[in-house]
RNA sequence: GCCGGAGUAACUCAGUGGUAGAGUAGCUGUUUUGUAAACAGCAAGUCGCGAGUUCGAAUCUCGCCUCCGGCUCCA
């Protein structure tokens, strides 16, 4: 059997599954209004407008009623119908007689699909002949959530009901088992155990860096500094609170005002704290005159910035209220576009080629509320599906995801969950320099506006230190570990040897720890292990003799001696080489 | 913001109306260790916060806060 049919197999089950949800749901409550029954990743989900919620113990009956109706072998059948004779059959279903509405109106033939005698549903099709094709004991009903009817927050939010499906139980177990492993690698948990970072009640989404998490924080920001010094950035520091009427020339006021931190003054002065850094790079921009000459002209800012995030959003390090961007604004000619796209996206291969990271391309084309005239949109959204190609990357379209003053082309990740991030993004403006009516000379004199291209790697240090933690499972490389060598003296009498090599190491710059021997040597290793620590360095006597250490490293395990020379410069040259 | 779940010692968790518990971590002492958990003792709690019901609340009810999973949003 090929792959391309298995795959049709598994989500014709998981399709029919859902199916056979909606026939328990309503078994369970006759009354329930149903949604949609789509198939999704691993699985499937229903949902249901019901007259109560649904607790933990409903799914479990559920899931039980679920069983006993996929072992009654029934067939599915599908039928095509009129338009009248749909709106007859789900005459109760008022969320079908909307799609009904909809596929008429967009001339979709309508078909129905029987489930056995109990069950039938508005549907395109895609399922399996008979429930005997299901193994009852490879599916499991995970979650309840709300949603919304169509996506559309104005409309009734629905309880949507995920569950997992395969085509055997031991897919189904591989997976369970696969989740919990991707729940060790959760930041959010791993973080605060390594205290790289926590957070606190009083400041929601706002983290606190620990020092081992500042330490990582700092090596991010100082390789970022030198690759961008290399590229003639200038970076700078700019104000945290400005005056409400910057937002208001900057057209923030209007697009995002509610969406900041407001600080106000005793004499009643608005000041907007500060949420993105362009608004000041242009001010910065426009403190001189500037000519052709000086561009491209690239104003770097690592502020510290803050956006009141709506509560149910937050989500550890990948989505908080306050954060730094490894931001930049490029202000070039219309005819550098293409050659500094070219080189961001230079920048952005070689720092997530550093990490071992692989990310996609997403071009973000012009939103609802977007400024300016759809003519220069048009343009600037056409430059960048152009660079992209010709970039020869893959990457994909998403319509209205663009920023309200341009079009944007979003690096993006997956977490350990497999969720999606944005992580940088590189957004083309043809807005903020208007409004702020920059300008440069050009070679014959007349004056022209630059054009702003807004662009960070990392995205925010917060997110990126996350989605590391979580790709590293923790164990970061030498170059970014908080504690990079751990010496174990054997006994109390190994102390001073033990004392000499961390001595040397710090001299080196080499981030050291030492313990002192109150504690089993098997428990001190553990202790490492746990932490993390890459070097594992144990001395006693065969090593005080020789002058060696012997080396545990953690992935390679255990190496043997080593002179202490040696191992300083193969540990420096690992951390100069940044070895993942 | 909305739907659902959760919050008990620093951490992981037990405790469903009647004297707040365990393991780990911490501290003290003993042990001086050869590659993932030595032994003993001690200390540790506004049971997220606030109200209510009750003779009595960690436990029941209500409000709020924070976190988690989704939805919506995301310059």
Request: glycine residues 8%; positive net charge.
């Amino acid at each position: 059997m090929s792959k391309a049919n298995k795959d049709t197999d598994v989500e014709n089950i998981r399709h029919s599954l859902a199916h056979v949800l909606a026939a328990a749901v309503l078994k369970k409550f006759p009354k329930a209004k149903l949604g949609i029954g789509p198939v999704i990743e691993n699985g499937f989900y229903y949902d249901f407008l019901l007259p109560r919620s649904l607790t933990p113990d409903d799914l479990k009956e559920l899931e039980k009623d679920m069983k006993k109706l996929v072992s009654g072998n029934l067939p599915f059948a599908g039928k095509k119908i009129t338009p009248a004779e749909a709106k007859k059959l789900f005459k109760d279903q008022r969320f079908k007689l909307d799609l009904i509405k909809e596929f008429v109106k967009e001339k979709k033939t309508l078909t129905v699909y029987r489930t056995g005698e109990l069950f039938m549903d508005l549907c395109k099709g895609g399922h399996v002949k008979n429930t005997k094709e299901i193994n009852p004991d490879a599916f499991k009903l995970t979650h309840v959530a709300g949603a919304y009817w169509r996506g559309d927050e104005k409309n009734s939010q629905l309880q949507r009901v995920y569950g997992l499906a395969f085509g055997t139980k031991k897919e189904l177990d591989e997976h369970l088992k696969m989740l919990a492993e991707a729940e060790k690698r959760d930041h959010k948990k791993l973080g605060p155990r390594l205290k790289i970072f926590m957070f606190h009640e009083t400041a929601p989404g706002m983290p606190y860096w620990l020092p081992k998490g500042t330490l990582i924080y700092n090596e991010l920001i100082n390789f970022w500094r030198e690759e961008h010094k290399k590229r003639d950035y200038n970076e700078i520091v700019s104000p945290l609170l400005n005056k409400k009427e910057l937002y208001v020339t900057s057209g923030h006021y209007d697009h995002y005002w509610e969406e900041m931190f407001v600080a106000e003054t005793g004499e009643n002065e608005e000041y907007g704290i500060k949420a993105m850094n362009c608004p000041n790079a242009m001010i910065v921009f426009g403190s001189e005159s500037r000519s052709y000459r000086d561009l491209p002209l690239r104003f770097a800012d690592t502020d510290t910035l803050h956006r009141y995030e709506r509560s149910g959003t937050l989500n550890g390090l990948l989505r908080v209220r306050e954060f730094r961007q490894d931001d930049a604004h490029c202000f070039v000619r219309e005819d550098q576009i293409g050659r500094e796209y070219e080189e961001i996206f230079g920048i952005v291969e070689r720092f997530y080629s550093v990490f071992g990271l692989s990310y996609s391309f997403r071009l973000g084309t012009r939103p609802d509320n977007f400024m300016g005239d759809k003519k220069t949109w048009d343009k600037a959204e056409g430059t960048l599906e152009k660079i992209l190609k010709k970039s020869g990357k893959k990457f994909v379209i998403f319509e209205k995801d663009g920023a309200f003053y341009g079009p944007k082309v979003d690096i993006i990740m997956k977490d350990s969950l497999g969720r999606e991030w944005q992580m940088g993004t590189v957004q083309l403006d043809f807005q903020q320099p208007r409004r702020f009516k920059l300008e440069y000379a050009d070679k014959d004199g007349s004056k022209k506006t630059p054009i702003a291209i807004h662009r960070v790697i990392y995205g925010s240090m917060e997110r990126f230190i996350g989605i590391l933690i979580e790709h590293f499972a923790g164990a970061f490389p030498l170059w970014l570990s908080p504690v990079q060598a751990i010496v174990l003296p054997l006994s109390e009498k190994f102390s001073k040897y033990a004392g000499k090599i961390y001595d040397e190491l710090k001299k080196e710059n080499i981030r050291a720890e030492i313990t002192n021997a109150n504690e089993t040597l098997g428990k001190r290793i553990r202790e490492a292990e746990m932490q993390k620590i890459p070097y594992v360095l144990v001395v006693g006597e065969k090593e005080e003799e020789s002058e060696t250490v012997n080396v545990r490293h953690y992935h390679r395990g255990q190496e043997g001696e080593i002179s202490i020379e040696k191992l300083i410069k193969k540990i420096k040259n690992e951390i100069e080489e940044k070895v993942i």
